[in-house]
């Protein structure tokens, strides 16, 4: 019951349409994790903690089979339009530049662009063409989620004080090791835009406006919608990203953000909020997470569409890479894919008159129609 009042409740707030528009916004593409399953053993025997977070065993960069069995399943339904149903890879464009971090003694990072991790990974497979290929087939439309999914200044200073743990995983190619002692939101160093003083803040921002420019650079054209990794952006960051071009924020309701002494606050946000330079702050409303420890179904999510339908507003499902990944386990990447099937034909049988649209499509709509 207090479920179905809170999907209502938050769905009440901001602009509307009488449109029946689905969105599926897909986090953490581009980014590593777990290199491998032998990576991850020796890192378990050896006692460093992988084992604390589920997605360590089963996300992974994207392999050729994940991208090949996914556009499949979206190619498999047609909404009212006839299109089939559109994937939002939000991306991370860089990943550390291991060796060479490690050649300058950890007093510098360094980054490689993701199609340089691709190729790294796979050399055997031309992974980013069929990134490109979606992308040309309107079926796999990217946005901007960071320059890396990582704590970078956090990250490397604990590398330089010689945590011996830490540098374990690096000798691996792993960098979300969950380590005792740090703050709560960088013990596996992936909340991105995070900070402790005002001198940390000059490197995010710089971080931020790279990542709009290798956006750029490897897909052929600006992002027009980021989501901060981990839902963690400060307002000070707000008015660099509206210059960049970007014109879509994503924010939770109650917008987090750190102060200069690393505690949390929060502002309240709706969807379709102005901000600064033109940019508009939206919300997503619907959760899909098949992976997930606490996953309720299909019939959740429909629920969850249906909330949002009811207050005539769009449909931006959540959901991550680590649903659909399967190099390091091929079962995962079936399961989700199965209850992504479901979860799409339920769409279709229940709406008939149902629209798919890429984020930034469907965010264009509603600015431009309320």
């Known amino acids: 019951m207090i479920h179905s009042f809170l999907q209502n409740l938050k769905n009440i707030p901001g602009w509307t349409t009488s449109r029946k528009i689905v969105v599926f916004e897909c986090d953490d593409w581009g980014s590593i994790n777990m290199p491998s399953n032998e ?72 980054y490689e662009k993701f199609t340089d991790t691709l190729t790294r990974y796979y050399p055997d497979n031309n992974v980013f063409k069929l990134w490109m290929e979606g992308l040309q087939s309107g079926i796999f439309m990217p946005e901007l989620h960071g320059r890396e999914h990582l704590s970078v200044q956090f990250w490397l200073q604990e590398l330089q004080r010689g945590n011996k743990d830490l540098l374990a995983a690096f000798d691996e190619g792993f960098v979300s090791l969950d380590t005792p002692g740090a703050l709560p939101l960088v013990r596996g160093f992936r909340t991105e835009f995070y900070f402790v003083s005002e001198d940390q803040k000059p490197f995010l921002i710089n971080s931020l406006r790279e990542g709009v420019s290798l956006f750029n650079e490897i897909f052929g054209y600006l992002p027009g919608v980021f989501v901060p990794a981990n839902g963690i952006f400060h307002p000070d960051f707000v008015q660099v990203l509206a210059g960049t071009g970007v014109k879509y924020l994503w924010v939770n309701h109650f917008m987090r953000y750190p102060s200069e002494e690393g505690r949390m606050k929060s502002r309240w946000m709706k969807a379709g909020q102005s901000g600064p330079l033109g940019l508009t702050y939206y919300m997503r409303n619907c959760s899909f997470e098949p992976n997930g420890e606490d996953y309720r179904g299909v019939d959740y999510t429909i629920r969850q569409i249906e909330a949002a339908f009811r207050w005539r507003k769009p449909s931006i499902i959540s959901t991550h890479r680590a649903s659909y990944a399967g190099g390091l386990d091929p079962v995962n990447r079936t399961k989700g894919l199965h209850e992504l099937r479901m979860l799409l034909d339920a769409i279709i049988k229940k709406w008939p008159d149902v629209e798919f649209m890429s984020s930034g499509d469907a965010l264009e709509y509603m600015k431009n129609s309320n």
């Open 39 to 110: 990576a991850y053993m020796r890192m378990a025997s050896a006692g460093l903690n992988v084992g604390h977070r589920r997605w360590n065993r089963s996300d992974t960069l994207e392999t050729a089979e994940d991208l090949e069995q996914l556009f499949e399943v979206l190619k498999s339904v047609r909404d009212c339009q006839n299109r089939p149903a559109i994937f939002t890879p939000v991306t991370n464009v860089a990943n550390p530049d291991f060796k060479r971090i490690k050649a300058d003694g950890f007093t510098k990072y360094y």
